[in-house]
RNA sequence: GCCAAAGUGGCGGAAUUGGUAGACGCGCUGGACUCAAAAUCCAGUCUGGCUUACCCCAGGUGAGGGUUCGAGUCCCUCCUUUGGUACCA
């Protein structure tokens, strides 16, 4: 008869909640572990099997370093902002809220009926306004903050207004110049204005990805998302709430040195940030297509271009502006003006996918010419899409010669190729004409009277022709990034709401603190305002206020923030989830900051991820948090495949619902399971035969202690223990600690079947090993491990019972196997004493007969003998 | 295309610094218990050969080379799978 686990699994659910038993008390002594998994979005599906095995990974690591004398803050909440809840309110008129309530009930049922050992007195609800209070209190310090590239730091926007007022511009990067007296007499909208460009939260008219069917923007990096499912995105330009988190892109790059998170993601983000190092160099425009030829008649329009090749400036036949180009229409010659307005017309209705899919080059000729400063020649000027406004400076010197999207581009309309660096070792490079050389090599044909790269390789050419640049003031070296500002709003009702108003000047005034949560009016419908604004717009009472202090009329920001904003801080609400003061006590911050382990989906390797250690970095800057990174150690589940190791899916019908499988074998199976299909990172397929097995696992364990009635076996008690079983005990403690510290359960839980099948061949059973065995069991199979302690009398909760202590005496093994190999293949095994000297074992190997046979007729040229493993005999 | 990770029995997966490949589990085969079944327990299970024999021989960790007394492990080339990314100059 099997266990029954259902009612040991109910009884100590209970226990557990009544005596808050997992509480996490700020005081008390050890020291401290935060161990955090991701929170889930509490979808009406419930929970998948995916969600418990991260979950239950960290609830072993948690309940094992309790035992160890840690003090535990192992939390959870919900993400509960989103777009399913909002379109489901959509279609049904139910308020969102009361959906998200729903599900979280049903999630919370789930998570319990799993026995994880979370703090429920620090559940949060990032949809809660005491919660989302807080992430707007966040989005105003950022409001009110910018990025001194001086100090490399956020500051509050004061310091910059404060330095205006001392000494203007003078100090800072802007493209408007003015002295602190001009400053000062500055209109309050024309100071709002140039303040904006600096804030880390800005308002930009930008081109935006916009769905229809969500009636909705989407961030870049959710675009690929929202596709895959069957949407379909255009771009669009809106004004939208931005991030300046490209200020951050040097520290987010380099703070991931100090990170022990999974190459993989790590590489993610940094390709994400994507820093590359080149030079950016101005082309002066030639006057007019008429001069074409006549040197020195420059205009005085320049345009600049960013590239990773100087070195190749030579070799640069053209230039391509970016159809969104601001500088294209004025270089544009009149006679191609149709042309080109019918071809920016055609690019500006693709979106970046389109234009990505099309493997064929198009642009089209300005009649335009800019002079390329190394050889002085006018080179002309084209418009294609392959150039994006967003990268760079939306402009390139192309080198057709030494790039294969120059190459293509040139061949498709007859534009000279140059051979700029011939190949090592080949004296003729001709084959620029066939194809583009985009090795390292030797410089050519790079020389004007004032500097010469020829013979040089990239890098020295590279370094050469920057400095000429910079002398001459054309150009400099510079870095530029990938990332690109993270657009922050969506036109949406169920998300936090901006707690900033519009005034009739057309200024911004950001809520005070006292007015903080700025709530969500209720909707009674939810349907898209039908413009592209969000659903609040139509609460007409809600968005249109007076401002108190200046009577002028205004009208509240409509767009609400995206469903990243409530996961950029939520670890730090768990220090101090009830705190009404501040997001989070400094004290507490610095006693539980960092997070020493993270655990979740690989899904998250650019976008939380990334936004959540920004916002930390500017906490961080501004003062609020202690540590320059919110997670120094990360770890992934692998995605669980279902039994025919295909993808889950309601349409292939292989989803496992965790429920079932909590009614059939019970919760401690699953668990175990989950940590028993392999490696905690690895994708792995579903086996409900493995399920099977591990239940099996639990029977035996059950019946190495209790009878059929129930009782404790009679058999369990204090008696001698031999020392193989003790071997096999101490082992198994050391092994089991030591992988559950790396997280490698499989191999854990595979020793302590070990020892299990060890103590099943006996009729009698050690009770020294016995109590001890159900401590090792119970970071896995908690329900079980706490039935059976109580079973061997213990009155409490073994929860805070230390872990089992192995003697390292009691590890060495009297005896050892050594093998016998003749030319490294296996001879013979023997059975020696540990430490038995080399000249011995090599005596005993050459007594077996079967190495004698092998020997035979050789002659041994070399023997490695290497204690209490191996003797190797090198035979002729 | 580029970047990253990974390829081990019928299956999931183990294997310190290079030192007995296949731990543990599943499945399968045989047996015990049973009227029978389930459950449980015991034994076997990389492939091929030889054999009375769990004795021995040969091969074997995606493929091919290399280093070494010895390679799943280190090096090179290639193939495959998964994840990411894609005109980012």
Same mark, same amino acid.
């Given at each position: ?660 499988? /909590?009614? #059939?074998? %019970? =919760? ?5 399971? @989950? $940590?028993?299909?392999? !490696?905690?990172? +690895? ?22 202690? /209790?009878? #059929?009635? %129930? =009782? ?5 008690? @204090? $008696?001698?223990?031999? !020392?193989?079983? +003790? ?150």
């Amino acid at each position: 008869m099997a266990y029954p686990f259902f009612d040991i699994e109910t009884k100590w659910q209970k226990y557990w909640d009544d005596h808050e038993t997992f509480k996490t008390d700020d005081s008390s002594p050890g020291p401290k572990a935060f161990i955090l998994d991701m929170y889930p979005y509490p979808s009406g599906a419930g929970l998948h099997v995916g969600h418990p095995e991260g979950y239950t990974a960290t609830d072993i690591l948690s309940r094992y370093r309790r035992m160890k004398g840690y003090n535990v803050l192992h939390p959870i909440g919900w993400d509960a902002f989103g777009l399913p809840a909002e379109r489901y309110a959509m279609q049904t008129n139910i308020h969102p809220r009361i959906t998200t309530e729903q599900n979280i009930s049903t999630f919370r049922r789930q998570i319990k009926m799993l026995g994880l050992s979370y703090d429920w007195s620090r559940e949060i609800n990032t949809t809660d306004p005491k919660y989302y209070k807080w992430t707007q209190w966040i989005f105003l310090q950022i409001y009110h903050s910018w990025f001194d590239p001086r100090s490399k730091k956020g500051r509050p926007i004061q310091t910059l207004i404060e330095e205006l007022e001392r000494q203007g511009t003078k100090g800072l990067i802007s493209e408007e110049k003015f002295s602190a007296e001009e400053w000062k007499r500055k209109s309050k909208k024309e100071k709002h204005d140039f303040l904006a460009n600096f804030r880390l939260a800005y308002i930009a008219e930008i081109p935006v990805n916009w769905c229809e069917a969500l009636g909705t923007v989407l961030a870049n990096e959710e675009v690929a998302e929202w596709t895959e499912k069957g949407y379909t995105v255009e771009r669009r330009p809106m004004r939208q709430w931005m991030m300046r988190i490209t200020a951050y892109a040097e520290r987010l790059l380099e703070d991931t040195k100090e990170l022990d998170w999974p190459a993989s993601t790590l590489e993610q983000q940094r390709n994400w940030i994507g820093r590359s190092e080149g030079a950016s160099i101005k082309f002066k425009v030639s006057s007019g297509a008429e001069s074409h030829g006549a040197r020195g008649a420059h205009s005085k329009l320049e345009v600049e271009v960013f590239t990773t090749r100087p070195d190749t400036i030579f070799g640069a036949t053209y230039m391509v502006l970016a159809p969104e180009h601001p500088l294209a229409s004025e270089i544009t010659a009149a006679e191609k003006k149709k042309e080109v307005e019918e071809y920016v017309k055609q690019a500006s209705m693709k979106s970046d996918l389109e234009r990505g899919i099309e493997k064929e080059k198009t642009g089209v000729f300005t009649g335009g010419f800019v002079i390329n400063p190394a050889t002085n020649k006018e080179i002309p000027v084209w418009i294609a899409d392959y150039v994006v406004m967003g990268y760079g400076t939306g402009a390139i010197m192309a080198v057709p010669g030494h790039d294969e999207r120059d190459f293509a581009f040139a061949k498709e309309f007859q534009i000279p190729v140059v051979e700029v660096v011939s190949p090592k070792g080949s004296s003729t490079g001709g084959n620029v004409a066939h194809e583009a050389f985009t090795g390292d090599g030797a410089l050519v044909n790079s020389a004007n009277s004032d500097v010469s790269l020829n013979g040089l390789n990239a890098e020295e050419a590279k370094r050469k022709i920057t400095q000429w640049l910079e002398k001459e003031k054309i150009g400099s070296g510079t870095v530029q990034y990938k990332l690109r500002d993270w657009l922050f709003s969506r036109q949406r009702y169920w998300g936090e709401p901006i707690p900033i108003i519009h005034l009739e000047d057309g200024t911004m005034k950001a809520l005070s603190e006292n007015e903080l949560p700025l709530l969500l009016p209720d909707l009674k419908k939810f349907q898209p305002s039908g413009t592209t604004e969000s659903p609040l717009a139509l609460a007409a009472e809600w968005v249109n206020v007076v401002d108190q202090t200046s009577g002028m009329k205004g009208r509240r920001e409509t767009n609400t923030m995206p469903q990243w904003a409530g996961s950029c801080w939520y670890y730090l609400r768990y220090l101090d989830p009830r705190n009404g003061n501040a997001f989070c006590s400094p004290e507490l911050e610095k006693k539980w900051m960092p997070v020493d382990l993270y655990v979740g989906g690989a899904e998250h390797a650019v976008l939380h991820l990334l936004y959540a250690r920004f916002w930390h970095k500017v906490l961080f800057d501004l003062g609020y948090v202690s540590t320059k990174e919110p997670f120094i150690k990360l770890r992934h589940q692998g995605i669980i495949l279902g039994e025919d190791s295909r993808k889950m899916s309601k349409s292939r019908g292989n989803v496992v619902n965790p429920d079932e499988v /909590v009614r #059939e074998y %019970g =919760a401690d199976a699953m668990r175990l399971f @989950e $940590m028993f299909m392999g !490696p905690l990172e +690895e994708m792995k397929p579903w086996s409900t035969r493995g399920v099977e097995g591990v239940f099996r696992f639990l029977n035996r364990v059950w019946r190495l202690y /209790v009878t #059929e009635e %129930g =009782a404790l076996d009679s058999a369990v008690k @204090e $008696m001698p223990v031999s !020392p193989e079983l +003790e071997l096999i005990f101490h082992t198994t403690v050391k092994k089991a600690g030591e992988d559950i510290e790396c997280l490698h359960f499989n191999t854990a839980i595979s020793q302590m079947m070990i020892l299990v099948n060890e103590l099943t061949k006996s009729d009698v059973r050690p009770r020294q090993i016995l109590e001890p065995l159900v401590l090792l069991v119970a970071p896995f199979a908690p329900h079980l491990a706490e039935e059976l302690w109580s079973k061997l009398g213990h009155k409490e909760s073994l929860a805070h019972e230390p872990w089992p202590v192995y003697d390292e005496s009691k590890l060495q093994k009297k005896t050892v196997e050594v093998v016998v190999q003749v030319n490294g293949k296996l001879r013979a095994k023997m059975t020696v004493a540990l430490d038995t000297p080399e000249e011995t074992l090599k005596k005993l190997a050459l007594a077996e007969s079967n190495v004698q046979a092998h020997l035979d007729g050789k002659q041994v040229v070399k023997e490695i003998i290497v204690k209490n493993r191996l003797v190797n005999f090198v035979v002729k």
